[in-house]
């Protein structure tokens, strides 16, 4: 299980398509679990379960529907279980034009990490 607060910027290319740059701050609390079954030294991590990422990607609108793909590199990563780079692939769906909702899939080539359930709010 894992907290993740996610903040983009979307610079639009035309009315259906965006490229977005954003940040990434996970919170894995699932990592606790795999510190105290000794699968990694308690004194490496010393007590820091937090990662920081930077991603690139696209927003693709179709209505009220949109899709999201990311390609992400952690910046910070104290434990080192996944490689550095991740993909989020994000179906969202867009009650008004600032409140969404929707579910997100985050992989490292081909080995899933999370399923995430997201709310957004877009500043306009």
């Not at 979307?10 to 894995?28: M, V, W």
């Not at 920081?52 to 990311?70: D, M, R, T, W």
């Not at 390609?71 to 996944?82: E, T």
């Amino acid at each position: 299980m894992a907290g993740v607060f996610s903040a983009y910027y979307d610079l639009g290319i035309n009315s259906r398509t965006c490229l977005n740059l954003g940040y990434d701050f996970i919170y894995d609390y699932s990592a606790k679990a795999e510190i105290r079954r000794g699968t990694y030294d308690k004194k490496l991590v010393n007590g820091n379960y937090m990662r920081h990422g930077v991603a690139l990607g696209f927003h693709y609108f179709i209505s009220k529907v949109s899709f999201v793909g990311q390609c992400g590199f952690y910046v910070f990563d104290p434990l080192k279980r996944y490689k550095p780079l991740y993909q989020r692939y994000t179906v969202k769906y867009n009650f008004t034009d600032a409140i969404g909702a929707g579910i997100a899939l985050k992989a490292h080539f081909g080995q899933a990490e999370l399923v995430e359930w997201t709310i957004g709010y877009t500043l306009k």
